[in-house]
Nanobody
């Protein structure tokens, strides 16, 4: 049983910041990815940020649209991930979902196919 619970969404003016949190239970983080995806009205689901843990090493990947503005990180409890979102833009408005992959290895940094576990989402609204 894997459960992902997101929190931290809300409304903010352009240029503001939000930090999203995701707590995963029943999940083995090592050699797996956790990540954040978003879906805006009329758009396909987009991978925002992913983090892969392999032993003491971590690897991250970001969508080009958020590089330099968003940061994904893990808490001391590795099954908790955060998405720090700075310099928010109206185009960041979307439902944000936490996800965890089910396949071992780091391919999840590049494909979403192995993300089998999903949270319910948290809404982010950025106004002009």
């Amino acid at each position: 049983q894997v459960q992902l619970v997101e929190s931290g969404g809300g409304s903010v003016q352009a240029g503001g910041s939000l930090r999203l949190s995701c707590a995963a239970s029943g999940y083995t983080y090592n050699n797996n990815c956790m990540g954040w995806f978003r879906q805006a009205p009329g758009k396909e689901r987009e991978g925002v940020a992913r983090i892969y843990t392999a032993g003491s090493s971590t690897f991250v990947a970001y969508a080009d649209s958020v590089k330099g503005r968003f940061t994904i990180s893990q808490g001391n409890a590795k099954n908790t991930v955060y998405l720090q979102m700075n310099s928010l833009k109206p185009e960041d408005t979307a439902m944000y979902y936490c996800a965890a992959d089910s396949a071992r290895g780091g391919d999840c940094l590049y494909t979403a196919r192995s993300f089998a576990y999903w949270g319910q989402g948290t809404q982010v609204i950025v106004s002009s």
